[in-house]
């Protein structure tokens, strides 16, 4: 299983972006893709997951309003629509994959991609 990150650069703040995650390796659709970020000095945090197969999706609060998760499941791919970017969501974004849950935890993924920087500044 291989997870590739990217869309990741400098915003203004109130600015958008648009994060993609290849995945690539799994014999089926039953995973769910999530997205996780960590700002320097602090942990890594869930943001928004969803299940491949179902569509389903759930986020964290801080993301209800401003992320949004989609998938193009032809092209095996993942979204994390960012909108209205904030400074304090400068961080380190990664996709990560599960076969077992629809999960923001950390400790529920197996699969990791490198990350993509988000940068938030004027």
């Known amino acids: 299983v291989q997870l590739q990150a990217c869309g990741g650069g400098l915003v203004r703040p109130g600015g958008s972006l648009r994060l993609s995650c290849a995945a690539s390796?799994?014999?089926?659709?039953?995973?769910?893709i999530g997205w996780f970020r960590q700002a320097p000095g602090k942990g890594r945090e869930g943001v928004a997951c969803l299940a491949v197969k179902a569509g389903r999706t759930y986020y964290t609060d801080f993301a209800k309003d401003r992320f949004t998760i989609s998938r193009d499941s032809a092209r095996k791919m993942v979204y994390l629509q960012m909108n209205n970017l904030k400074p304090e969501d400068t961080a380190v974004y990664y996709c990560?994959?599960?076969?077992?849950?629809?999960?923001?935890?950390?400790?529920?993924?197996?699969?990791w991609g490198r990350g993509t920087q988000v940068t938030v500044s004027s």
């Open positions: 990560a994959a599960t076969r077992h849950t629809l999960s923001t935890s950390v400790s529920d993924y197996v699969y």
């Open positions: 390796g799994f014999e089926s659709d039953y995973y769910a």
